[in-house]
């Protein structure tokens, strides 16, 4: 194999051997720990930089690095691996994101502080099964990576998290194993139904499925529906959303971060690498109640914003309504809308995973959470990261020129001239109320800004907030 062939690989397994060699350290080599952990992510990391640089991107479309070499032969599986112009700028959000979030670590450890190994062995083993669900070109092998992210996930929040942390980590993992299993259910329809064009047999092979029919119309929605509640829980689209603000208000920092940065994504990556090029027919039926439903999730998450106190539980809710706006791009079911939908997705991963980071930093020097205890008055005593935290709000509200902005817009004009086939006067419905959720967006954060960041600092926190 060549050096190509293996530059996924080591991208994606790197993370899940760091965590096997901090699973066999002794106890309470914390600092060695640490150090073996951001060595992992920053490996990690810098192969996927490495990918970026010679990735062609004259040739996009096309699947690079590619390799793919037998598995398991008795059900047809395959480890078939690669990046396109779609799944690059996911991989490398994901090892970017999870690196950041290993330094964030090293000075800032949530409670239990005692149980170093765990967490970063889980922060390790969580990437591999974010880096591998976007780099997957097998159903199953897809399957595999979507389903390890889940217990990690689990444990950093019912371990690590706060309040009901317990609660809110049941929820997670009950709300995506129920979406899991229909989308299991899914994948395995389309095998019994596909003809594999190499050697007439079945397949998971997800470009060989592509062009098939899979015995008509009625079946591909049926399948189809089993695919939409397994991303789209994960998405979350409302109104499958309610496990979102609860995981993102008791999970860690980190947690939130990789939470909003990646996870997410998975949900929506599921529908442009599986769901539309798979199930092309059943999709133009489905796309007029998608870019429904991601309309009222931008403006039921702006909605909610608006009457939230707590800081992480607002940025919680407005992934709800970002995600909207990358759900109405993929539902218009054109080349600009699935732009629309990458751009969205690496913008809102960056900001709210900032976001995030801001406000777990915030709860470091106030201990509290709760928007009208801290403010009015960040700006006057902590001015660097009020500054911060000033920028990034809005750039999550999308002022022009910054990142939130071009994905929301172009997902707009997209909704604008639909694919062929779908209702032009419905969709252009769906833009003039997603431009409403705009305006609410820009409502709701320059509130926050207002509430947390101007002013004058309250009396309790003219000394030191710590």
């Known amino acids: 194999m060549t050096f190509d062939q293996w530059l996924l690989s080591l991208v994606v397994f790197l993370p899940l051997v760091g965590a096997g060699v901090i699973a066999a350290m002794p106890k309470g080599q914390h600092a060695l720990v640490r ?3 951001l060595i992992a992510s920053g490996a990690a990391l810098v192969f996927g930089i490495v990918a970026l640089v010679r990735f062609d991107f004259h040739a996009s479309r096309t699947f690079q690095f590619s390799v793919n070499t037998r598995w398991i032969d008795s059900i047809g599986a395959r480890y078939h691996m690669g990046v396109d112009g779609i799944a690059l700028p996911l991989l490398v959000l994901t090892v970017a994101l999870t690196f950041l979030c290993v330094v964030y670590s090293q000075k800032i450890m949530p409670k239990p502080q005692d ?46 998290g706060s309040e009901r942390k317990e609660y809110s980590a049941i929820k997670f993992f009950l709300y995506t194993l129920f979406g899991s299993v229909f989308m299991l259910l899914g994948f395995l329809a389309m095998y019994f139904r596909s003809v594999d064009p190499v050697t007439g047999g079945h397949t998971f092979d997800m470009i060989r499925l592509q062009g098939q029919h899979f015995g008509g119309i009625g079946f591909q929605n049926l399948v189809f529906l089993g695919l939409f509640l397994g991303f789209a829980i994960k ?42 090029p798979l199930l092309p027919r059943a999709a133009k039926d489905w796309a007029p109640y998608i870019g ?85 008055g960040v700006l006057q005593k902590i001015p660097r990261m009020g500054a911060i935290f000033v920028f990034v709000a809005i750039a999550s509200l999308g002022l022009p020129g910054l990142a939130g902005f071009w994905g929301e817009v172009i997902a707009l004009l997209a909704a604008f001239n639909p694919a062929p086939g779908l209702s032009s006067s419905l969709f252009r419905s769906y833009m003039v109320l ?26 309790k926190w003219a000394s030191d907030p710590s």
């Not at 939908?341 to 406000?359: K, R």
């Not at 997603?434 to 009396?459: D, F, K």
């Open 292 to 376: 429904g439903l991601a309309v009222i999730s931008i403006l039921y998450g702006a909605l909610c914003c608006l009457a939230q106190k707590d800081i992480k539980r607002l940025i919680a809710f407005s992934s709800v309504g970002h995600m909207g706006f990358v759900m109405l791009g993929i539902s218009t079911l054109t080349d600009k809308g699935i732009n629309a939908a990458v751009f969205g997705m690496v913008a809102h991963g960056v900001i709210t995973g900032m976001l995030f980071f801001l406000a777990g930093s915030l709860y470091e020097r106030y201990h509290t959470r709760q928007i009208d205890d801290i403010g009015p």
């Open 115 to 160: 149980k170093v190994k765990g967490f970063f062995a889980l922060i390790l083993l969580l990437e591999t099964g974010m880096a591998g669900t976007f780099t997957s070109l097998d159903l199953v092998l897809f399957f595999v990576f979507w389903e390890m992210v889940l217990v990690p996930m689990y444990f950093i929040i019912a371990i690590w």
């Open 235 to 276: 998405v979350p689209m409302w109104p499958f959303h309610t496990w979102l603000p609860d995981a993102h208000g008791d999970a860690p920092t980190v947690g939130s971060v990789l939470l909003a940065g990646i996870l997410l994504k998975m949900g929506a990556y599921g529908f442009i690498r599986i769901a539309l």
């Open 434 to 459: 997603g431009g409403i959720g705009t305006i609410l967006t820009a409502g709701y954060m320059l509130w926050l800004i207002q509430r947390l960041n101007l002013g004058v600092v309250r009396e």
């Open 35 to 37: 150090l073996v952990a």
